[in-house]
């Protein structure tokens, strides 16, 4: 789904969709403010190649679009959707970077649309208006105590800098954020479907449910 960029809608469709965003709002509402301790280190090892991590327990599976032609030792580089706690619903993003000995992170870039500013306005507006946003990382997903769900990708380094390429495409098009019509799962799911992955239809679940869909449809 797209983001509103121009034109004036109805008073009908805002009807509709202030009827929407207020549904949203109650699902945040009901959302559990504390922040859960988690334990689930992202650089252990994974002899497959793809790794899911839900509610901190760790699942190994093969994954359905493995390319036979690569071998493991290629695999340098990964991209790692996440989904993380928050005082409201959550958040979705990415980690993209280098793989070090032990599958350990080397390096990584977080990437995920989010409103601008740490400002609590923009995002409360954003659940009726499109807003301005940023689409790097945001308060909290650094921090691995806070991560309720992860599902990663190994690649090597021809298919890593194609991805960046695309990932900076989709950054540069400043996609304004909105809670119903495009908000931070929608973004990954844009970054996944370029790789060629599954993605879930409805961007509207929880973060930590859009992860483990995400990692279902695609074998893991």
């Not at 945040?28 to 793809?50: E, F, R, V, Y």
């Not at 599902?151 to 991805?163: A, K």
Request: aromatic share 8%.
């Amino acid at each position: 789904m797209q983001a509103l960029s121009s034109g004036v809608p109805s008073s009908r469709h805002w009807v509709r969709c202030l009827g929407v965003a207020a549904v949203v709002l109650a699902l945040g509402a009901c959302a559990p403010d504390d922040k859960p301790d988690l334990a689930s280190p992202a650089t252990s090892p994974d002899p497959s190649s793809a790794s899911f991590v839900g509610s901190s327990v760790a699942r190994s599976a093969e994954a359905s679009r493995a390319r036979p032609s690569t071998t493991r030792s290629e695999q340098t580089h990964y991209i790692e959707f996440r989904s993380r706690s928050a005082a409201s619903y959550g958040h979705t993003f990415a980690s993209v970077g280098k793989l070090g000995p032990g599958d350990r992170i080397e390096t990584t870039e977080i990437v995920g649309l989010h409103p601008a500013t740490e400002s609590v306005l923009p995002w409360m507006i954003g659940h009726v208006l499109p807003v301005v946003s940023e689409t790097g990382a945001s308060d909290g997903d650094t921090e691995e105590v806070y991560w309720t769900a992860r599902y990663r990708v190994r690649m090597n380094q021809q298919r890593y800098d194609d991805l960046m390429v695309q990932i900076r495409q989709l950054q540069a098009s400043s996609p304004a954020w909105h809670a119903v019509f495009y908000n931070c799962n929608a973004f990954v799911g844009d970054i996944a479907k370029k790789m060629g992955l599954k993605t879930p239809e409805n961007t509207l679940l929880f973060p930590k449910e859009y992860i483990e869909e995400l990692a279902s449809l695609n074998g893991a």
